[in-house]
């Protein structure tokens, strides 16, 4: 069943995420949109670049490596095929940081919060 990805805004109708990746070099882009495009018409797409965090409750993630840096954008689902991004970042240490952890956290609850008043 193919899935739709959305980016988070703000309700000022600012997109952090995309924000960061369209400020990337060309070729990244090129690389993280095939990454997304590809999320969306498999079911089950590898490990390798989408998988659950784990320790993270049911905050998500899309892996992406080019040349010598990883992207990681932090997303969640919202019902069955609707996959949310919350934040995108260049991950330079092992572990994900906690405040992208966090912030992923803080937006989807925002976004959930304005989704249930509308």
Partial sequence: MPKVIIFYETAKGNCPAAKFIRALPDTTLSKITAALEF???TDH???HIFQKM???HDLWEVRVKHA???YRLLSFFDGKQLIVVTSAFQKKT???P???IETARQRKADY???KETT
């Fill in 68 to 70: 010598k840096n990883i």
């Fill in 45 to 47: 797409p590898p490990h």
């Fill in 112 to 114: 959930l919060k304005r």
């Fill in 39 to 41: 999320i969306e018409k």
């Fill in 54 to 56: 784990s320790g993270a």
């Fill in 94 to 96: 092992q572990k994900t």
């Fill in 98 to 100: 906690r405040q992208e």
